[in-house]
């Protein structure tokens, strides 16, 4: 689909249903929107971009990665009517040229072609049972597995979050949602932690060409690295991450507190990647002291001008792979919070594996964007769909969460640390770069074109100083290693961002 024609109307689920049911749906919903209050929100608008055929996807019986979740989201967000209050999108697949504005081309060649039909033919060493398959070849494995419509999935869940990043620079939505995105681990050219494309990557390339800083921060239970690395290099982005941190048990075994940047100081990303390392069973109260601790003096200190919010779920007790102990209400806190500061804002999904409890989270997350979150009655309406799916529990979005088999091993002594150790590394960031906006190329293509340009340039220059320092102990310059890091797939500094 060309450029421009970005978004339709979304339509919900109502076209499978007869005139009579829609009529008798739609006034079942409209009760619960007058009961529930639910209103646009005044002063700002938010936006949900999602297109359904993501959900239909499967990884596999076994695999916990379970896009259904967001059929359950949906339903939820549709069922209390919280889809009146904001501007709903069908977004689009993206296209192969936005793909590769972060990821290597033969990599997308390959997802692109690559099918659980041919890939005994045109691969056998990935065969699914064969030696190898969990083997390094764009990271494809039993974590990333090859399924049908993987090509469909990854664009299609990647356009949305390029779609909602959009109407942010456009001014159309202030708040604008993206639960099938939130995809962390990819890297440039490697699948991994069940993440194919980096949605993420492209939708903060989208603001950047409008906002000259933009804050991630990842409440993820994993480390938020796919998307630390592509902006390893550069200060206009500001990487945190909170997560469960074991260099050697849990994956992806990276973030540790003093992981702040690249080492070298005339890099202008060192200090621009913070990390808040926890370990097992963190609660509501201990999350959000230290999530307001940390992200309150980031925003004072680095003044974005647009955030990215990461909200996976899999950080909510009771998870499949998770390990914390944190409530819905703990989890939604954070996306309070970042709110609070009116500052334009992306909120994705990500990780999250107990599909109940992650459609919980999300729906209320969502409530939360819209202002509708204090006065919804948190008992599922009657006619929500699966509603016999939430039985465990009970048909409640609060089920008790925190009361789980994993002791809280943070004391408040640790967790201090971590906020003293987040604070001195603010100090060394010498305030918001400022960024002048002419010096922004229109479109990416041409930014891109200006960096080959630039890096031509420092290659001469290199080549002119390492003549004259012949000898002087292999120092690299400053601009030599950033071109190493544009030339390298998978590592750190994969995306330079002047
Ligand atoms: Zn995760």
């Given at each position: 689909m060309a450029r421009g024609t970005t978004v339709t109307e979304y339509l919900p689920r109502s076209s499978k249903l007869s005139a009579s049911d829609t009529f008798s749906l739609s006034s079942k919903i409209q009760r619960e929107i007058e009961r529930n209050g639910i209103s646009r929100p005044k002063g700002y608008t938010v936006s949900w971009h999602a297109n359904p055929e993501v959900e239909k996807h499967h990884f596999g019986m076994a695999h916990p990665m379970k896009p259904w979740r967001l059929t359950l989201t949906k339903e939820i967000v549709m069922a209390y009517g919280m889809h009146t209050a904001m501007d709903t999108h069908l977004s689009r697949a993206a296209t192969v040229e936005e793909l590769v504005e972060f990821h290597k081309e033969d990599y997308i060649d390959f997802l692109s072609s690559v099918t659980p039909q041919n890939l005994g033919t045109n691969y056998p060493w990935l065969k699914p049972g064969a030696v190898g398959y969990s083997g390094p070849f764009f990271g494809v494995g039993e974590d990333c597995p090859i399924f049908d419509g993987l090509f469909e999935y990854c664009s299609l869940y990647a356009g949305a979050s390029i779609d909602a990043a959009r109407k942010l620079t456009s001014h159309q939505s202030d708040i604008a949602i993206n639960?099938?995105?939130?995809?962390?681990?990819?890297?440039k050219a490697e699948a991994s932690g069940f993440c194919y494309i980096n949605d993420i990557v492209l939708a903060i390339l989208q603001l950047l060409r409008h906002h000259p800083r933009v804050l991630y921060i990842d409440i993820d239970v994993h480390h938020g690295d796919g998307v630390e690395q592509a902006f390893w290099s550069t200060d206009r982005v500001l990487t945190l991450s909170f997560h469960k941190y074991d260099k050697e048990t849990f994956f992806p075994g990276t973030g540790p507190l003093?992981?702040?940047?690249?080492?070298?100081?005339?890099?202008?990303?060192?200090?621009h990647s913070l990390n808040v390392p926890l370990n097992d069973g963190i609660d509501d109260v201990s999350y959000q002291w230290l999530f307001e601790s940390v992200v309150g003096p980031c925003i004072d200190t680095y003044r974005p001008t647009a955030i990215v919010l990461q909200c996976g779920a899999d950080s909510l007790g009771h998870d499949r792979l998770g390990c914390f102990n944190l409530n819905i209400q703990g989890h939604g806190s954070c996306v309070s919070y970042v709110k609070s500061?009116?500052?334009p804002l992306l909120v994705v999904g990500g990780g999250g594996y107990t599909p109940r409890n992650v459609a919980r989270a999300w729906a209320h997350e969502t409530s939360i964007c819209i202002g509708a979150d204090k006065g919804l009655d948190p008992t599922l309406p009657l006619h929500t769909p699966f509603r016999h799916h939430f039985a465990e529990e009970g048909p409640t979005l609060f089920p008790p969460l925190h009361a789980t088999r994993f002791e809280n091993k943070n004391p408040r002594a640790y967790l201090e640390s971590v906020v003293t150790a987040i604070r001195e590394q603010l100090r060394y960031m010498h305030g918001a770069p400022s960024v002048q906006m002419s010096h922004i190329p229109p479109d990416i293509q041409g930014w891109r074109e200006e960096i080959d340009k630039e890096l031509e340039e420092e290659a001469k220059r290199e080549e002119e100083t390492k003549e004259e320092k012949d000898g002087a102990g292999g120092l690299l310059a400053r601009t030599g290693r950033r071109r190493d890091y544009e030339r390298s797939a998978g590592t750190r500094g994969e995306l330079s961002v002047l």
């Open positions: 639960w099938s995105g939130g995809l962390h681990h990819a890297k003093d992981d702040t940047g690249p080492t070298h100081p005339d890099n202008p990303g060192a200090h500061f009116k500052i």
